[in-house]
């Protein structure tokens, strides 16, 4: 006996759950994804854009600006915070150095 098995849409319903959960849309958009994909799509789009945007305005920031001389003002801070904010910028590095952007400030992530 020969057993054919069949998920009945079961996978496409998943992915397209899936989606919207990481749209932040609530389970009435479901359908409408399935069934006209493209203005979800240009959203998620626009909300990968943001992102980049925000991690190479990050970048910027933690980037020591090359036209001011070094301040003679000390801020004392202590060694935990000091650590996060290394920690911090390590993300930032990794996460634009996978994105292609590597060190490179004077690109912008192009927009879509």
């Known amino acids: 006996m020969t057993v054919i098995e069949h998920d009945f849409g079961l996978q496409e319903r998943e992915v397209a759950r899936r989606f919207t959960r990481l749209l932040s849309l609530d389970a009435l958009h479901e359908a409408n994804v399935r069934a006209n994909p493209l203005p979800y799509l240009e959203r998620a789009s626009e909300h990968i854009y943001q992102l980049e945007r925000a991690l190479f305005d990050a970048a910027q920031a933690a980037a020591p600006s090359?036209?001011?001389?070094?301040?003679?003002?000390?801020?004392?801070?202590?060694?935990?915070?000091?650590?996060?904010?290394?920690?911090?910028?390590?993300?930032?590095?990794?996460?634009?150095?996978?994105?292609?952007?590597?060190?490179?400030?004077?690109?912008?992530?192009?927009?879509?």
Do not use: F, W
């Open 66 to 112: 090359g036209g001011e001389p070094p301040s003679a003002e000390t801020i004392m801070v202590d060694k935990a915070e000091y650590q996060r904010l290394v920690a911090c910028r390590a993300v930032v590095a990794l996460a634009l150095a996978q994105l292609g952007l590597h060190e490179d400030e004077s690109r912008a992530p192009a927009n879509p």
